[in-house]
């Protein structure tokens, strides 16, 4: 097995974004609102509800996002602003008491309620934090209370998952002093790719790994400064410092997409844990190996072409380091609404010193650059790539990588095979 890449064995380090030239976009964004995160967070945390505080918009967008899902017992809903709300005809605070409090006497399982702001709660000035805080105090030692925004105004897409996970991380018990090293991988993953991990790392002789958020709420982990963590998801920056200010210690490492990415991911624990490097080798061989075989059969159809990420998930950077050094893609430009340099740094390093890093969003000109660029293949939110397959560009929709599991060596095919599709489609439709 070969020792994890770093950014000097491909003397690529020369990359602009770690040189600072980054192409800044300060235009009209095109991506979805960060309410969109409940859609797999949900999912997560089984004994949570999110109750956004919005509009029919927000209901509609949360009902149609999350497909036609009929569940006996939901874990998110809306909490519908009416216009005589908006028109400052009805006490918001004591409608939105209401609401909670009849949930909570109709589903005595929820154990975590976020209540999320959007667009109209914050355009009313609605003070959600003092509202979990007052429903903290009212329903404690049944249902704790937080909140944080999901709007439009303030978050973009996965952005919606960071401010949940910021908003947990204060109420994290402490460690206890003196406690030995922890582990806590961060991030919402999959139940069945958090367990893959989980076993490598018992494997490895990780004894105590946590996930923030747990399944459930009496799990969430505790924090202090014997907690490592490792980010699962690179759009987590503020989570990520609120963590620090706890005392915890970030983990550097590339994401872990594919098998090179996961490596890194891997070792960076195993370094931080006195893992001996033989013995790390071994347990994470057969994975690794897998992964590489897995992705093997995508590179003939993905090596020599071309690819344009425009700005959606904030997965970006990593992705595209994994096409590039892992598939042989050729990275035009990589565009994301953040740049998170510190969480991104090994895997922008990766990246060939010829690669437009683009932070931000200005649609038309980006358009432009596509169009003048005619990559293989476009990967961008669902509004543009409609239009952009109606002028001959092949396309790969951002939000399928958000939703699908594509961490860890067992989702490394699935992952490549994600980009391989689109322009097995075009080949046929050529043909
Ligand atoms: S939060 Fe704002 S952007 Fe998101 S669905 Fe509601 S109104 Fe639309």
């Not at 590339?254 to 013995?279: K, R, Y």
């Amino acid at each position: 097995m070969n020792a994890p890449v770093s950014a000097a064995t491909l003397g690529c380090d020369a990359a602009p974004a770690i040189r600072g030239e980054v192409l800044r976009e300060r235009g009209q964004r095109e991506v979805f609102c960060g309410l969109t995160g409940i859609i797999w967070l949900h999912r997560k945390v089984q004994d949570a509800f999110f109750l956004v505080v919005g509009s029919r918009t927000c209901a509609h967008l949360l009902q149609s996002a999350a497909g036609v899902m009929v569940f006996a017992e939901p874990r998110f809903g809306t909490a519908i602003i009416e216009e005589r709300d908006l028109a400052g005809m009805a006490d918001c605070n004591e409608e939105l008491d209401r609401v909670v409090d009849r949930l909570l006497a109709r589903r005595p399982d929820i154990k975590l309620l976020f209540l999320v702001g959007s667009c109209p709660s914050e355009v009313i000035k609605l003070d959600l934090s003092r509202a979990a805080a007052r429903l903290s105090v009212k329903h404690a030692g049944a249902t704790k209370v937080l909140n944080y925004s999901g709007s439009g105004i303030e978050t973009t897409f996965t952005e919606g998952e960071d401010a949940c996970l910021a908003a947990l991380v204060p109420v994290l018990r402490d460690a206890a002093p003196g406690a030995a090293p922890e582990l806590m991988i961060v991030g919402a993953l999959p139940d069945v790719v958090e367990d893959q991990f989980l076993r490598l790392f018992a494997q490895l002789g990780i004894t105590t790994v946590r996930c923030l958020p747990a399944r459930r709420a009496a799990d969430m982990p505790p924090v202090g400064t014997n907690t490592r963590f490792l980010l699962a998801q690179p759009f987590l920056g503020e989570t990520a410092r609120c963590l620090e200010d706890r005392g915890a210690v970030r983990l550097d490492a590339m994401f872990p997409f594919g098998a090179e990415g996961t490596t890194s991911w891997l070792h960076a624990a195993a370094v931080a844990f006195g893992i001996d490097e033989m013995h790390f080798r071994s347990v994470i061989a057969p994975g690794r190996e897998r992964a590489k075989r897995a992705i093997e059969h995508c590179r003939e159809r993905l090596g020599g072409k071309s690819i344009f990420f425009m700005p959606d998930s904030q997965l970006e950077v990593p992705l595209a380091r994994f096409l590039t050094q892992e598939l042989g893609m050729v990275p035009i430009e990589v565009g994301t609404p953040y740049l998170h340099r510190r969480n991104l740094a090994q895997d922008l390093a990766l990246l060939p010193a010829a690669t437009v890093i683009s932070e931000g969003q200005d649609v038309d000109r980006q358009l432009d650059r596509v169009r003048a660029a005619k990559p293989d293949l476009t990967v961008c939110g669902l509004g543009l790539a409609n239009p952009l397959e109606a002028e001959g560009l092949t396309t790969k929709w951002a939000i399928e990588l958000v939703f699908s599991p594509v961490h860890g060596f067992d989702q490394a095919g699935d992952l490549a095979e994600l980009f391989a599709r689109p322009l097995r489609r075009r080949d046929v439709l050529k043909v």
